[in-house]
């Protein structure tokens, strides 16, 4: 069965420094890969994908993601937080042969300081 | 072009009661999936329809049903309502099923008293 673990429920950085949030899946074929963030009261909003070719993938708002299928890792990273940045952010995981059900993991938290 | 909308965006109901939702997803899009979001369990997929069909379900107790209409707006019902059926209700709609991203709608936050 497929599963995401997200490592590390909360995240807290400085303003302007890196953001890193990382994601290790499990899925017995080629996934598609998926980042999304969640502000307060709101719903999910897709930061990034990852289906098929290039294995960096940028995203909206400076985001970016690496699928390293050796690894079975697709880490979020921003070189440079900023305080909008602050939302809990989740990973997720779909086979592309067995339907649409996306999995996702626990989430985790980021924290902006100034 | 508008997004996802659901309808309500909060409810509060009894235990015992049943409770509908509403999704519209975004125009042209014929997939639409719903998930649940609590603390404890994070977010659960519950089932997914296209084109008026149900093609996945998640594993929840058949209280939890749903349909699509010809037009892809989309409802979900859930009967006898138990306390742990407290949570965000999320609506996800795609261009067409496997392939396509999803895109979430606000989501109903649901309280059960």
């Known amino acids: 069965a497929q599963s995401v673990t997200q490592l590390g429920s909360h995240v807290s950085v400085s303003e302007g420094a890196l953001v890193l949030l990382r994601c290790n899946y499990s899925s017995s074929v080629p996934p598609y890969l998926f980042w999304y963030v969640q502000y307060p009261n709101q719903g999910l909003q897709l930061l990034l994908k990852y289906t098929t070719g290039a294995t960096l993938v940028k995203g909206i708002n400076g985001f970016e993601a690496e699928f390293k299928k050796s690894e079975t890792s697709f880490h979020l990273t921003k070189p440079s937080a900023h305080m909008s940045d602050a939302a809990e952010y989740f990973c997720?995981?779909?086979?592309?042969?067995?339907?649409?059900?996306?999995?996702f993991g626990k989430g985790t938290t980021l924290s902006v300081s100034s | 072009k508008a997004g996802v909308t659901q309808t309500p965006r909060y409810l509060i109901k009894t235990r015992g009661q049943q409770v509908t939702l509403s999704c519209s997803p975004i125009s042209g899009h014929r997939s639409v999936s719903w998930y649940q979001q609590t603390p404890g369990q994070g977010l659960q997929f519950l089932f997914e329809y296209f084109s008026e069909t149900q093609r996945n379900k998640g594993n929840f107790p058949g209280r939890f049903s749903g349909r699509q209409f010809s037009n892809s707006r989309s409802e979900m019902n859930v009967s006898t309502l138990e306390l742990g059926d407290s949570a965000l209700y999320l609506c996800?709609?795609?261009?067409?099923?496997?392939?396509?991203?999803?895109?979430f709608g606000p989501g109903t936050r649901l309280l059960v008293l």
């Open positions: 996800a709609s795609s261009a067409g099923p496997v392939r396509e991203t999803q895109y």
């Open positions: 997720a995981v779909r086979d592309n042969q067995a339907g649409t059900a996306l999995i």
